[in-house]
């Protein structure tokens, strides 16, 4: 419990003093963020209606003020939340560049508590982090020419922070906390949609094709609506993905945008996995299938390479089923396997047969063969 342990925390608490002391931290914790002129109204009201500036257009108008706002008041619940001492006026720290450090006001936390403001579901991207830069995602083509949202950001920093960013001796090379904080930002999941065409069955009822793709990463929903004096109309959704590929496009063209780009990760001891996700007769075994063939073509010309052959690399080759919630090796007779998780958490399949492969030919006939054992079923929709 640490130096401020007693039995009964609330009697010692004096509510007069601690609001009195309460407003000049909240003037301070203000200030330590340019946020200086929001104190007085604040400091004149209940703390209860401090929490609703926004809400109520009173206090931080600008979006940079909210932004800064918000900003204080999530380091405020992440510093509360790991202290569940009474608030001690003397024990404030306003020290370092923490914006208050050791700040802890009870009334406040219960209020922030009640979830009117949670501030933990926030997501640091709405926020701008501190440290995003530019790189390596572009620039929405949503936002108008020359938006730069990290210019809101930028001018929230502290003085301080802008006076290091002005001497090139600290802004370059990129500090460690810096340099992590952007290789997160490096996105590890790549989502590509492909639009099959219209089916036989679809073209024969004459159904509307209802996506539309363009600049190869956006597409259109038009869903056909009645108003209520039923007359109708077409609502239309907008989705961005790293890429969309319409109907046109080659399965060729699928494994150009897809797992080529990753082939050279899996020699930089990366793992990497690549999955289909659709409703049923959508074409996800029509765009998989041809993928693991392609895929060894390349794995197998890099093997080759010296400088690969000299660190023995090495191809080893698996292919089982998970159906029904069962599991099934396709390359052992459908014999049924279980799947465990390690010591260090790892899961393995107990007992599935890997086979070492150094041949195109060989991997398609491994792949013929599990094609053969797969489990298949037909519905109204394939
Ligand atoms: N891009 C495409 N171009 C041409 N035909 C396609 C395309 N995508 C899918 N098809 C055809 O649509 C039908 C359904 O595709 P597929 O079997 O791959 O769907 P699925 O998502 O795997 O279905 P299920 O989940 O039921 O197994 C197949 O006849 C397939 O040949």
Avoid at 32 to 56: C, K, N, V, Y
Avoid at 76 to 88: I, K, M, Q, R, W
Avoid at 210 to 226: C, G, N, Q, R
Avoid at 240 to 260: G, I, K, P
Wanted: hydrophobic share 35%.
């Amino acid at each position: 419990m640490g130096g401020h342990s007693n039995a009964a925390p609330t009697a010692l608490y004096d509510h007069a003093a601690a609001s009195d002391a309460g407003d000049a931290v909240m003037a301070r914790w203000l200030q330590s963020a340019g946020l200086q002129h929001l104190s007085s109204p604040l400091a004149s009201t209940r703390i209860d209606q401090r929490l609703f500036p926004m809400q109520h257009g009173y206090g931080a108008q600008s979006v940079e003020e909210r932004q800064r706002l918000f900003k204080l008041m999530r380091n405020l619940n992440f510093n509360g939340e790991s202290c569940s001492e009474p608030y001690t006026p003397t024990s404030q720290s306003f020290g370092g560049g923490a914006v208050l450090d050791g700040f802890y006001f009870p009334e406040f936390r219960e209020d922030l508590g009640a979830g009117l403001l949670d501030l933990h579901a926030m997501d640091d991207t709405e926020l701008l982090s501190e440290h995003v830069i530019s790189e390596p995602f572009e620039p929405s083509s949503f936002m108008p020419e020359g938006t730069t949202v990290f210019e809101d950001d930028f001018n929230s920093i502290d003085s301080k922070e802008r006076e290091a960013d002005a001497n090139p001796s600290l802004f370059l090379p990129m500090n460690e906390k810096e340099s992590n904080t952007r290789e997160n930002n490096v996105a590890k999941t790549k989502v590509v949609v492909r639009k099959r065409p219209l089916n036989k069955k679809e073209l024969a009822k004459k159904e509307d094709d209802v996506v539309t793709v363009y600049d190869s990463a956006y597409l259109i929903v038009h869903e056909p609506k009645l108003k209520v004096d039923l007359t109708a109309y077409v609502e239309k959704h907008e989705f961005c993905f790293d890429a969309v590929l319409d109907e046109h496009v080659s399965n060729d063209e699928v494994y150009r945008v897809t797992v080529e780009p990753i082939i050279p990760t899996i020699f930089e001891r990366t793992k990497a996995t690549c999955f289909a996700y659709g409703q049923a007769g959508s074409g996800k075994t029509y765009t998989m299938q041809p993928l693991p063939l392609r895929a060894a073509g390349d794995l197998v010309r890099q093997l080759r390479q010296s400088v690969y052959r000299n660190q023995r690399f090495k191809l080893w080759l698996s292919y089982f089923e998970i159906y029904g919630g069962k599991l099934f090796d396709l390359l052992s007779d459908r014999k049924k396997l279980c799947m465990r998780e390690d010591g260090r958490q790892q899961v393995c399949i107990v007992g599935l047969q890997e086979f070492e492969v150094s041949d195109v030919q060989i991997v398609k006939e491994f792949i013929e063969k599990g094609n053969a054992s797969r489990s298949t079923g037909s519905t109204g929709a394939n």
